[in-house]
């Protein structure tokens, strides 16, 4: 079974507007860490947010939140404001500390942000 | 203070060829991840070391790839013989493997073209 799920390959928002970025996971162990990722064109991959299975509220770092949804295993990404230099690839990785604090990615969802 | 460093950044080999990757972690990180990311595509696990234990090789796609870390820091990527199937951005991270809100740094990746 897939550890991360993003079920959107492509995503459009008029710019100056929010979106939703959707992650769902699949994990049996009671502590892990969420992450997002954002990755321009020019390569580098780039931190954006963590949300840790105990946090009682959403991370939130700037215009950026994670809309944590634990019963349902679920880690969406809001991006509020959207800013055409938000147009990325957009990834979203969990890791266990059961197996070794390895990293899951899922497959990523090309936002494109239109002016 | 300095990143995830890389090299080279550009690699064109021959079909058949061996090539070494390198890459210089974070001063400090006990854990290192190579990925493999195709064009378009999301990142694919190759291997994790973590500390002084065993790594993780269950992502290395073939006896082709190996990699070794000296003094818990540089590591070395290695394809023997490597294929057109192996051309693709080899990235590399580094993460305080002590806790698991500890967000992976990537380095600028090492693009590799086997002709």
């Known amino acids: 079974a897939q550890k991360i799920t993003q079920t959107q390959p492509g995503m459009f928002v008029q710019e100056k507007e929010a979106v939703t970025l959707d992650c769902t996971y699949d994990?049996?162990?009671?502590?892990?860490?969420l992450f997002w990722y954002k990755q321009p064109s020019s390569g580098e991959m780039i931190f954006l947010i963590y949300q840790g299975s105990y946090d009682q509220q959403n991370a939130t770092e700037g215009r950026y939140s994670l809309n944590f949804q634990k019963a349902r295993k679920s880690a969406n990404l809001v991006i509020s404001a959207s800013q055409l230099g938000d147009s990325a690839m957009y990834f979203c990785?969990?890791?266990?500390?059961?197996?070794?604090?390895?990293?899951?990615f899922g497959t990523g969802t090309s936002l494109t942000v239109i002016p | 203070g300095a990143g995830v460093s890389q090299s080279p950044s550009n690699k064109v080999t021959e079909k058949g060829k061996d090539v070494e990757l390198r890459c210089d972690p974070i001063?400090?990180?006990?854990?290192l991840y190579w990925y493999r990311q195709s064009l378009g595509q999301g990142l694919e696990f190759l291997i994790y070391?973590?500390?002084?234990?065993?790594?993780?090789k269950s992502g290395l796609p073939s006896d082709r790839f190996s990699a070794e870390r000296t003094g818990g820091s540089v590591s070395t990527l290695t394809i023997q013989r490597t294929q057109q199937e192996d051309s693709a951005v080899y990235l590399c991270a580094s993460s305080l493997e002590s806790r698991v809100s500890g967000e992976q740094y990537f380095g600028p990746g090492t693009r590799l073209t086997v002709t």
């Open positions: 070391f973590q500390g002084n234990s065993a790594p993780d």
């Open positions: 994990t049996s162990d009671p502590s892990y860490g």
């Open positions: 001063s400090g990180h006990t854990a």
């Open positions: 990785a969990m890791r266990e500390i059961g197996t070794g604090n390895q990293f899951y």
